[in-house]
């Protein structure tokens, strides 16, 4: 329809553009209709609502700042705390928040195509235009325009993009989970090294004092002609040993210690480990119905599911698509010398690739390879959880002989040192004996510390596997991101 521009007037003009716009985009009501009854769309709202919710699960209980958290002007952290404030903070978490947002995001994209799109055009340039039959014409051309585009239907295109942008965001959320336990695992050892190494330090004070303590005896009896200079530089020795062994443990500390604070910003020295010593071993309680629920076994799962929507995305782009189209300009001296004039149409259009060169072909077995990958590292990573599984078990249920055993050592050698010094004092027993039995004792409370320590990191590997290391130690449930649905992993 083409109107002489010499009967409207410039606000007619632009009144007449924005009414029939409005008019055209009216008529796409039946294309949001067929969005509000799309399946996907649930998805799409979905989206909106986590996009406002999501964080970094646990928040810092007072900002991050250690002075501000709570219990450290006391002296002392609790370990929930600790955990809140590693969570809240710790930067491979963040990274793995803010990619499950962008994976939140790419939901609310795939489901734009839902939506109508309106584009605006204006253009002013010099038209020059030569016949044989006319004069040639030099003209300032102007044109601008409104344009609609609505998608009608596309045999579940955008449905399929939504499933798959569902599926990575699900996929992003149990990574992040993951993250979250292997980040409080990480500082649930890294306080477990230094406490242990607390421990082992206490009991070699203890054997560098009862190492004083027998060379005093010795100078005693070396005095009294009981004793010769040889035995005071045999026992100098051992006495030189506890010390070095001492130093090593000291540093060792230091550099554990060093350790935990670049982890955790915070002095270990502030932390209250009392509920991380709790921890204890217990029986394997890690079955395979729990295991299957790992996190990291979710994420590929959720992959593998996403993966199949956009092979669903692409076999269903070979189909026709159904979109409406109007648009309205008014032009301006185009073609030649004109008066300006409205034009508008409103289309219904139905696109279809014939010949593509096989694009879709080879997406999709492109599609289908990164799938039999991932189906791989699904395998991958069960094998090993069930290793390490296997492990924790086994741990678990040779802790409780072995504690028993060691317990009974202890106790032995303790005795056996107490009453060798006694009987040393008496000259019944040599002085060989003497400082063998203090290494006994030593030695098993050494080792009984390491046992105990080892079941706990057992406890703790247990927890990571079924997912619930971190609300064991913050106190509270964790909310679990969502399980993939098995009937899409297979075509």
């Given amino acids: 329809m083409q109107t002489p521009g010499r009967h409207w007037k410039p606000w007619q003009i632009s009144s007449a553009v924005i009414v ?16 509000l009854r799309s399946p996907a769309q649930n998805a799409t709202v979905g989206a909106v609502e986590v996009t406002g919710s999501i964080d970094r699960t646990v928040a810092a ?21 600790l955990v809140s404030h590693v969570l809240a903070t710790n930067p491979d978490i963040g990274i793995a928040t803010k990619r499950e947002q962008e994976q939140t995001l790419g939901i609310e994209l795939a489901g734009v195509g839902y939506r109508p799109k309106v584009d605006f055009t204006a253009s002013m340039g010099p038209e020059y235009i030569a016949t044989y039959e006319s004069e040639e014409s030099r003209r300032n051309r102007k044109e601008i325009g409104l344009g609609l585009h609505q998608t009608i239907y596309d045999f579940g295109v955008i449905d399929g993009d939504i499933r798959r942008a569902s599926a990575a965001k699900e996929a992003a959320s149990n990574k992040r989970f993951a993250q979250i336990e292997a980040t409080t695992q990480e500082t649930a050892e890294a306080l477990l090294q230094v406490l242990e190494l607390d421990e082992q330090i206490r009991v070699a004070k203890g054997n ?28 100098t020795t051992r006495l030189e040993n506890a010390k070095t062994s001492l130093i090593d443990l000291t540093t060792e500390r230091s550099d554990a210690a060093d350790s935990f604070r670049r982890l955790t910003d915070i002095s270990a ?46 076999r269903a782009g070979r189909l026709p698509s159904i979109t409406f189209d109007a648009d309205a300009k008014i032009r301006d001296d185009v073609g030649g010398p004109t008066e300006p004039g409205l ?13 593509d060169g096989g694009e879709a072909s080879i997406l999709e077995r492109q599609l289908m390879t990164r799938i039999e990958e991932a189906m791989l590292k699904l395998d991958k990573q069960r094998r090993e959880l069930k290793e390490a599984a296997e492990n924790a078990a086994r741990l678990a249920s040779s802790g409780g002989e072995k504690a028993e ?6 106790d ?19 002085i060989f004996e003497l400082l063998d039995s203090q290494a006994d004792r030593q030695k098993a409370e050494a080792d009984a510390i390491t046992q105990a320590y080892e079941q706990r990191r057992s406890h703790i590997q247990r927890l990571v596997l079924a997912g ?10 964790q909310p679990r991101p969502a399980t993939a649905d098995v009937s899409a992993l297979t075509p």
């Fill in 343 to 355: 034009t508008a149409k409103a289309m219904i259009n139905v696109q279809m690739k014939l010949i």
């Fill in 405 to 410: 055993s060691l317990s009974s050592r202890l």
């Fill in 208 to 235: 560098v004092a009862a190492h004083q303590t027998i060379l005093d005896l010795v100078k005693t009896n070396e005095k009294d002609g009981n004793a010769s200079v040889a035995d005071i530089k045999r026992v």
């Fill in 61 to 81: 209980p007072g900002g991050s700042d250690r002075n501000s958290l709570p219990g450290v002007r006391a002296g002392r952290l609790s370990t929930a705390d």
């Fill in 269 to 314: 020295d502030d932390i209250d480990g009392r509920a991380l010593l709790s921890l204890k071993g217990g029986p394997a309680d890690v079955s395979p119905e729990v295991l299957e629920a790992n996190p990291a076994l979710e994420a590929i799962r959720h992959e593998i599911v996403s993966l199949r929507a956009q092979i669903d995305s692409v």
């Fill in 20 to 35: 029939a716009v409005l008019v055209l985009g009216g008529c796409s009501k039946p294309a949001r209709d067929l969005a």
């Fill in 412 to 430: 032995a050698s303790r005795k056996v040192a107490e009453l060798y010094l006694e009987q040393f004092k008496a000259g019944g027993v040599t």
């Fill in 468 to 477: 619930k290391l971190s609300e064991t130690l913050l106190g509270r449930s």
